[in-house]
């Protein structure tokens, strides 16, 4: 009887049919192919992984970064839901998590400020009943308030008078010292909106407004009156020093005035937590009284931790900068002693992400605003080495653009060489060019937006993307689709509604970029991933819940977050570190490792063929390693027509002490399974071999 080797295509191919997948894969799960010398691909076990950090996160994890200190300690931001933590090393082997996440507190009060004329001018007492402000709060004052000459509109930084009161600093729009004209008592006023039934056009009366016509009018609290709902952005006409025109989207039902959010004022405070007081060590209070040479700690913000459907995490030297996707922009540091995110009071107060500039370092933040009311389409950035000032101004390179094309931005990165901007259309370059225009903008691709926020990364200098219907990378000449051969795989079953919760997954361990995404049927969830092995340039792809994700870092291995079988609650694990995946009780369990091949068509023609003996070739283990154990699954499945439910044969257990199994199939397609569900073991197939003849005439 003849002889036969079959040497399998690497990459998995699931556009064709099976039958037309002749030596190629169709199914996988959990696998990877290594390149050989002869350019095929070595298919093989993915890849285990370990816990990390022991303890469960309480919300879905969706943003990680690793980086380390000046004193070369290592950290890892975690960006969930509903809390922003990070790990910080106790010893080599273990780390705590201490919760950094920023707190809030609204506040809808009468209005009442005071101001003074003179050399002190621009300060401003601000009344609030029990707001117990503290020299670490900000406030956004979001509905604008005309007082002594003065429109103070934005955020500010606070100093403590008392628990009812505190006070800012008036500043103009270049953030200038801005001074009273005039001396008030606990009053001001808020912008009054004039409707006339039947009519779209308002008159606004805010004294000294400083909006000149063309210019826009932003509302932040929404306003009802007249039969029309202010909110958003109106374009400035007819204006005088105390009134101006607004142009309604819809007419009036009725005459009549009303003051913006019913005449009260309303504050945003970002609720920060000072660092220990200075003094306060040891023999300076009560005995008892504080850690020794500690002292007593700043009392704990009063605010509401924020929750975020996403994060944007990025460093800024040893200093973490992040932002909550529609959020401000807040710092941290651990040499601080600051125990949560504190708002940078001079950034844009509404941002749908961030990112850090290099080599130059500058904050960069994308869909961003310059009235509280967020731009879709805008960039801004901070100056060159400092990221509290954001005002352009001659003496510095803060800085904005606005993207003129497309929607919205999608996501930025920092590229090798220059700053990545994709709109759900197209991306651009962001080239540092220095002063006086500091960036440069240029459109290189159309038709290849970003499907997600999450969803780009740069590995290996070349920077790779999903968009929409297609992947992408960014070679020498410009953006090029990547042939996908799982393309059904993945876009025929994406849930369309959590686009969002795309997350992409670099390894340059092994040249791989992975996409992890939400299946039409999981509860809006990540649940399956596909993959791209940019050597081979072949794919595979599985089921495995990933929604955060870095590349190899200072902390070694890729790390991942996700649910753990077993566990109700989001883990942080590190990949490539084990044999075996693990469960919520930090347990070695089986990864399910397996591919499935197309059908081969053993004789052309309607000749029948027998397979009597089927010789495996397999790697059993690691290299060196005494043990050699893995024992994998062989199952054939047999059919006469393509579209036929196929019988199965097997499964046979193969080890490294298997010659041959006997399987004794006869037909004309036969399809090969190779599974293991075994833990603390690995393989890597070779060249099989089978014995066959032909055996009749269908």
Same mark, same amino acid.
Request: glycine content about 12%.
């Given at each position: 009887?003849?002889?036969?080797?079959?040497? *399998?295509?690497?990459?998995?191919?699931?556009?064709? !049919?099976?039958?037309?997948?002749?030596?190629?894969?169709?199914?996988?799960?959990?696998?990877?192919?290594?390149?050989?010398?002869?350019?095929? %691909?070595?298919?093989?076990?993915?890849?285990?992984?370990?816990?990390?950090?022991?303890?469960? =996160?309480?919300?879905?994890?969706?943003?990680?970064?690793?980086?380390?200190? *000046?004193?070369?300690?290592?950290?890892?931001?975690?960006?969930?839901?509903?809390?922003?933590?990070?790990?910080?090393?106790?010893?080599?082997?273990?780390?705590?998590?201490?919760?950094?996440?920023?707190?809030?507190?609204?506040?809808?009060?009468?209005?009442?400020?005071?101001?003074?004329?003179?050399?002190?001018?621009?300060?401003?007492?601000?009344?609030?009943?029990?707001?117990?402000?503290?020299?670490?709060?900000?406030?956004? =004052?979001?509905?604008?308030?005309?007082?002594?000459?003065?429109?103070?509109?934005?955020?500010?930084?606070?100093?403590?008078?008392?628990?009812?009161?505190?006070?800012?600093?008036?500043?103009?729009?270049?953030?200038?010292?801005?001074?009273?004209?005039?001396?008030?008592?606990?009053?001001?006023?808020?912008?009054?909106?004039?409707?006339?039934?039947?009519?779209?056009?308002?008159?606004? !009366?805010?004294?000294?407004?400083? &909006?000149?016509?063309?210019?826009?009018?932003?509302?932040?609290?929404?306003?009802?009156?007249? /039969?029309?709902? +202010?909110?958003?952005? &109106?374009?400035?006409?007819?204006?005088?020093?105390?009134?101006?025109?607004?142009?309604?989207?819809?007419?009036?039902?009725?005459?009549?005035?009303?003051?913006?959010?019913?005449?009260?004022?309303?504050?945003?405070?970002?609720?920060?937590?000072?660092?220990?007081? %200075?003094?306060?060590?040891?023999?300076?209070?009560?005995?008892?009284?504080? %850690?020794?040479?500690?002292?007593?700690?700043?009392?704990?913000?009063?605010?509401?931790?924020?929750?975020?459907?996403? $994060?944007?995490?990025?460093?800024?030297? @040893? !200093?973490?900068?992040?932002?909550?996707?529609?959020?401000?922009?807040?710092?941290?540091?651990?040499?601080?002693?600051?125990?949560?995110?504190?708002?940078?009071?001079?950034?844009?107060?509404?941002?749908?992400?961030?990112?850090?500039?290099?080599?130059?370092?500058?904050?960069?933040?994308?869909?961003?605003?310059?009235?509280?009311?967020?731009?879709?389409?805008?960039?801004?950035?901070?100056?060159?080495?400092? +990221?509290?000032?954001?005002?352009?101004?001659?003496?510095?390179?803060?800085?904005?653009?606005?993207?003129?094309?497309?929607?919205?931005?999608?996501?930025?990165?920092?590229?090798? #060489? #220059?700053?990545?901007?994709?709109?759900?259309?197209?991306? $651009?370059?962001?080239?540092?060019?220095?002063?006086?225009?500091? &960036?440069?903008?240029?459109?290189? /691709?159309?038709?290849?937006?970003? =499907?997600?926020?999450?969803?780009?990364?740069?590995?290996? /200098?070349?920077?790779?993307?999903?968009?929409?219907?297609?992947?992408?990378?960014?070679?020498?000449?410009?953006?090029?689709?990547?042939?996908?051969?799982?393309?059904?795989?993945?876009?025929?079953?994406?849930?369309?509604?959590?686009?969002?919760?795309?997350?992409?997954?670099?390894?340059?361990?092994?040249?791989?970029?992975? $996409?992890?995404?939400?299946?039409?049927?999981?509860?809006?969830?990540?649940?399956? &991933?596909?993959?791209?092995?940019?050597?081979?340039?072949?794919?595979?792809? /599985?089921?495995?819940?990933?929604?955060?994700?870095?590349?190899?870092?200072?902390?070694?291995?890729?790390?991942?977050?996700?649910?753990?079988?077993?566990?109700?609650?989001?883990?942080?694990?590190?990949? @490539?570190?084990?044999?075996?995946?693990?469960?919520?009780?930090?347990?070695?369990?089986?990864?399910?490792?397996?591919?499935?091949?197309?059908? +081969?068509?053993?004789?052309?023609?309607?000749?029948?063929?027998?397979?009597?003996?089927? $010789?495996?070739?397999?790697?059993?283990?690691?290299? %060196?390693?005494?043990?050699?154990?893995?024992?994998?699954?062989?199952?054939?499945?047999?059919?006469?027509?393509?579209?036929?439910?196929?019988?199965?044969?097997?499964? +046979?257990?193969?080890?490294?002490?298997?010659?041959?199994?006997?399987?004794?199939?006869?037909?004309?397609?036969?399809?090969?399974?190779? @599974?293991?569900?075994?833990?603390?073991?690995?393989?890597?197939?070779?060249?099989?071999?089978?014995?066959?003849?032909?055996?009749?005439?269908?």
């Amino acid at each position: 009887m003849p002889h036969a080797s079959l040497k *399998l295509v690497p990459g998995v191919d699931q556009n064709k !049919t099976p039958a037309l997948n002749e030596a190629g894969i169709s199914e996988s799960n959990l696998i990877r192919f290594i390149p050989d010398r002869n350019g095929l %691909g070595l298919v093989q076990k993915l890849g285990g992984w370990t816990q990390f950090y022991p303890n469960p =996160i309480e919300s879905p994890v969706r943003a990680l970064h690793a980086w380390q200190g *000046l004193s070369t300690d290592t950290y890892l931001a975690i960006g969930a839901e509903e809390s922003l933590s990070v790990l910080t090393p106790v010893t080599s082997t273990t780390r705590n998590r201490k919760d950094i996440t920023p707190q809030t507190t609204d506040s809808t009060t009468s209005v009442s400020f005071t101001t003074t004329t003179g050399a002190n001018g621009y300060i401003v007492n601000v009344d609030d009943t029990a707001s117990n402000i503290d020299n670490y709060d900000s406030v956004w =004052i979001k509905t604008q308030v005309s007082v002594g000459g003065l429109i103070l509109f934005g955020v500010y930084q606070c100093y403590a008078v008392s628990a009812n009161q505190f006070q800012i600093y008036a500043r103009d729009k270049l953030g200038n010292l801005e001074y009273a004209t005039s001396a008030v008592a606990a009053g001001g006023s808020l912008a009054q909106f004039a409707t006339t039934s039947g009519s779209a056009s308002v008159t606004v !009366t805010l004294n000294n407004h400083g &909006y000149v016509d063309g210019g826009f009018f932003p509302v932040l609290v929404a306003t009802t009156v007249g /039969g029309i709902t +202010f909110s958003g952005v &109106y374009e400035v006409f007819n204006a005088t020093t105390n009134t101006f025109t607004i142009t309604a989207n819809n007419t009036a039902t009725a005459t009549t005035t009303g003051y913006m959010n019913g005449g009260n004022a309303q504050f945003t405070y970002f609720n920060g937590v000072g660092p220990l007081a %200075g003094g306060t060590g040891y023999g300076v209070l009560g005995y008892g009284r504080g %850690g020794y040479g500690t002292g007593t700690p700043q009392p704990a913000g009063t605010g509401t931790p924020i929750t975020a459907t996403d $994060w944007s995490l990025d460093n800024w030297g @040893e !200093t973490l900068l992040s932002c909550p996707a529609g959020g401000a922009i807040y710092y941290w540091s651990p040499t601080s002693g600051n125990p949560i995110g504190v708002i940078i009071p001079n950034a844009p107060p509404v941002n749908d992400g961030m990112f850090v500039a290099m080599p130059q370092r500058q904050a960069i933040a994308w869909g961003s605003t310059f009235d509280g009311v967020q731009d879709p389409l805008l960039i801004r950035w901070s100056d060159v080495g400092n +990221f509290n000032q954001w005002i352009g101004l001659v003496e510095n390179q803060a800085g904005s653009y606005r993207i003129p094309k497309g929607s919205k931005i999608v996501s930025c990165i920092q590229g090798p #060489q #220059q700053g990545l901007v994709w709109t759900d259309l197209s991306v $651009w370059a962001m080239q540092y060019i220095g002063y006086p225009d500091v &960036y440069g903008f240029n459109e290189i /691709g159309t038709g290849c937006g970003l =499907i997600s926020r999450k969803a780009c990364a740069s590995m290996n /200098g070349v920077v790779y993307w999903m968009s929409q219907s297609q992947f992408f990378r960014l070679a020498g000449s410009g953006p090029e689709p990547i042939p996908c051969p799982v393309w059904d795989v993945i876009f025929q079953d994406l849930d369309t509604d959590n686009l969002d919760k795309i997350r992409i997954a670099p390894n340059s361990r092994f040249g791989e970029i992975s $996409w992890f995404y939400p299946t039409v049927g999981n509860g809006g969830e990540i649940s399956h &991933y596909v993959k791209y092995n940019i050597y081979l340039n072949s794919w595979d792809f /599985g089921t495995l819940q990933r929604t955060a994700w870095i590349n190899q870092s200072v902390l070694g291995p890729p790390i991942g977050a996700g649910l753990l079988p077993g566990g109700a609650d989001p883990f942080i694990v590190q990949h @490539e570190t084990s044999t075996n995946a693990v469960n919520a009780g930090n347990e070695s369990v089986a990864m399910n490792s397996y591919f499935q091949t197309g059908y +081969f068509q053993l004789q052309d023609g309607d000749l029948l063929t027998f397979i009597d003996q089927w $010789w495996p070739d397999a790697k059993w283990g690691y290299y %060196g390693s005494q043990d050699q154990g893995a024992e994998l699954l062989l199952t054939f499945y047999v059919t006469q027509y393509a579209g036929d439910t196929p019988i199965a044969y097997g499964p +046979f257990t193969l080890t490294e002490a298997t010659q041959y199994v006997t399987p004794r199939l006869r037909g004309r397609l036969v399809s090969m399974k190779i @599974e293991s569900n075994d833990i603390n073991t690995f393989w890597r197939i070779g060249n099989m071999r089978y014995r066959w003849q032909p055996d009749g005439k269908f």
